[in-house]
């Protein structure tokens, strides 16, 4: 079964389930009825072990499986010049949970109408920062249930390993962090159903509908890859914690399918699939120049244009592809860009 340790394995999930991990690496943007795309790596971090690991190549589960199965790890676990050259090249700076934990409490304030719901932040005076959690049944105001909580969507950008959504780990620091005392957005939805629901299937519907309502884009393959593995392990932490036992794997086939799309990779900056946007080109007919072959008569051009979105830096004119998500209340797909205002 699954294990609960920071640094996930993939040969783990393949050996758990092939179709688990197939699903945790599908891009819905791309993938068609007749053939699945996976999310690419989008990171020359791995272009030295070669074919299969470059910028553009899709992520396998060949890749990262097998002999291959420590390719992956979050990035506590990279060595100190890996994180900086990711940090230089991508701008990657991942964010302490004590920080996380502020910045959620400050959108439950607000929902809430009130402090300290789920935990009292601490800031001690030799600097360190830490949370006493807040044991009590969580108490809603007038007019707000239970389910409105669990429903109200929440997205995190840019979403790295997702330390926000989920905090299994610190992902500065990578200590691990018990299921009492995490405090991502989709953690403290899952409080709730713990502290609402009685049986598995009541857990499990409205547990579902928490994963349905949390989302995140993520430019780079392996940190997606790391962020839906986290969400993935999340549900099986949170029903162990309810009911002392793993989930079955239909369960957790569905749970994998909403995290496939509720968290895809995304240029966050444009709305496309990281560096799909083309120039267009366009033929227009000109007369021959006098001193060609021939004097007379007309030849095709063919001209270049830049992206239109690139170059106006507007979101909605890119010719790159537009990423899809899924609004499951609805029931139905459309691209993320399109929940942006035009201006």
């Not at 097998?66 to 676990?77: D, K, L």
């Not at 749970?255 to 120039?279: E, F, T």
């Amino acid at each position: 079964m699954i294990d609960s340790q920071v640094d996930i394995k993939e040969n783990d999930i393949f050996e758990l389930s092939p179709e688990l991990l197939n699903t945790l690496l599908k891009d819905h943007t791309l993938s068609t009825d007749e053939c699945q795309v996976n999310i690419f790596w989008a990171t020359d971090s791995y272009a030295s072990r070669g074919e299969g690991y470059q910028y553009a190549d899709q992520i396998t589960i060949e890749s990262i499986t097998g002999s291959n199965g420590n390719v992956i790890v979050p990035r506590a676990v990279k060595s100190r010049e890996q994180q900086q050259q990711r940090s230089r090249e991508m701008a990657e700076v991942f964010t302490p949970s004590w920080i996380c934990n502020k910045q959620n409490n400050l959108v439950d304030n607000a929902w809430f109408g009130r402090e300290g719901v789920f935990n009292t932040e601490v800031d001690h005076p030799e600097g360190s920062h830490s949370w006493i959690v807040n044991t009590e049944p969580v108490v809603f105001p007038e007019g707000k249930t239970w389910r409105d909580y669990v429903n109200e969507n929440r997205l995190e950008i840019t979403c790295g390993e997702a330390p926000y959504l989920v905090s299994r780990y610190d992902t500065v620091t990578g200590e691990s962090i018990p299921v009492e005392r995490r405090i991502g957005l989709l953690d403290r939805k899952l409080r709730i159903v713990g502290e609402n629901t009685s049986t598995s299937g009541e857990w499990l519907k409205a547990a579902q509908s928490a994963y349905q309502s949390i989302y995140g884009f993520e430019w780079q393959g392996d940190n997606l890859v790391l962020a839906r593995e986290a969400l993935l392990y999340t549900f099986v932490d949170y029903y162990r914690a309810k009911f002392g036992k793993d989930p079955q794997l239909k369960s957790l086939l569905y749970i994998a399918y909403i995290i496939s799309w509720n968290l895809w990779q995304m240029d966050g900056l444009k709305g496309v699939i990281p560096n799909s946007c083309i120039k267009l080109s366009k033929s227009k007919t000109e007369p021959l120049s006098l001193f060609g072959p021939e004097d007379l008569g007309e030849q095709e051009k063919l001209t270049l244009f830049d992206c239109p979105g690139c170059k106006n830096k507007d979101i909605h004119s890119h010719t790159g592809r537009y990423a899809l998500i899924k609004d499951w209340k609805e029931d139905k797909v459309l691209t993320f860009v399109s929940l942006l205002k035009q201006k």
